[in-house]
C-alpha cells in the first residue's frame, strides 16, 4: 500500500506524517530535496513557483511579514517608488487614473 493511500509521504522506505526539515513533498508523494527537481520549497511543498504574497530566497518560498507589502514577487517594507500600497498590501503603480487633479491616490 503506498503511503499516499495512508494520507502520508514516503521518506526513504518509510511513511511519514510530514516530510523532514528541508524536504517538501513532490506529486509523486515522496519526500525531496526540491531543488533536485529545479523546484522550490514553500510550507513542506515542493512547488514550480513562489507563491503569491511571498518571496523567494535561495531555494525556498516564505510569506511576507505581516508588515511588509509584497511587490513584483518580492516582500518590502514599503512600497517602492512610483507605486502605492493597495488596501491588500500590495503595491501597485501609480498613473493617471488613479490620481485625483490635486495628486492623491483613490
Avoid at 523567494?56 to 517594507?77: A, F, H, M, P, S
Wanted: aromatic share 14%; with cysteine.
Amino acid at each position: 500500500v503506498p503511503c499516499s493511500a495512508k494520507g502520508k509521504y514516503q521518506f526513504d522506505s518509510q511513511c511519514v506524517s510530514e516530510c523532514p526539515s528541508g524536504y517538501g513533498y513532490n506529486s509523486n508523494g515522496k519526500c525531496i530535496i526540491c531543488k533536485t527537481e529545479n523546484n522550490l520549497l514553500y510550507e513542506g511543498k515542493c512547488v514550480n513557483t513562489c507563491p503569491y504574497l511571498t518571496t523567494q530566497d535561495e531555494d525556498i518560498c516564505y510569506l511576507c511579514r505581516t508588515y511588509q507589502v509584497w511587490y513584483n514577487y518580492k516582500c518590502y517594507d514599503q512600497c517602492p517608488s512610483g507605486t502605492y500600497k493597495s488596501n491588500l498590501w500590495v503595491c501597485l503603480p501609480i498613473d493617471q487614473s488613479n490620481l485625483t487633479p490635486d495628486g492623491i491616490i483613490y
